[in-house]
């Protein structure tokens, strides 16, 4: 089964930088989609980045292209999320998650972590 942890949330400035981990346990991420999704308060939880086991490249939503990076090290079994020049809309709980299939959609999605939360303000 795998398990994965995410850390890393905080309160920072607008314009400010935090970066995201999930570290996963259980089995290694190779091989499986991997993907970070994000809901903010009384909205629906909507993807922001996701690595496709398919493809082998990464995607970003609009509204985080140009900030946020993906990253992955295979040897530490986690995955990260550089978020740079962050906006008080940023301001979400942040959830890793992966899918078994190629698919970056949330019902895809068989393991999430609890999420980390992420508060952009002054």
């Known amino acids: 089964q795998l398990q994965l942890v995410e850390s890393g949330g905080g309160l920072v400035q607008p314009g400010g930088s935090l970066r995201l981990s999930c570290a996963a346990s259980?089995?290694?991420?190779?091989?499986?989609?991997i993907a970070w999704f994000r809901q903010a308060p009384g909205k629906e939880r909507e993807g922001v980045s996701c690595?496709?086991?398919?493809?082998?490249?990464?995607n970003y939503a609009d509204s985080v292209k140009g900030r946020f990076t993906f990253s992955r090290d295979s040897a530490k079994n986690t995955v990260f999320l550089q978020m740079n020049s962050l906006k008080p809309e940023d301001t979400a709980v942040y959830y890793c998650?992966?899918?078994?299939?190629?698919?970056?959609?949330?019902?895809?999605?068989?393991?999430w972590g609890k999420g980390t939360l992420v508060t952009v303000s002054s």
């Open positions: 998650a992966a899918s078994i299939t190629s698919y970056c959609a949330r019902r895809s999605m068989n393991y």
């Open positions: 259980g089995k290694p991420l190779d091989g499986y989609t």
């Open positions: 690595l496709s086991s398919r493809t082998g490249s990464t």
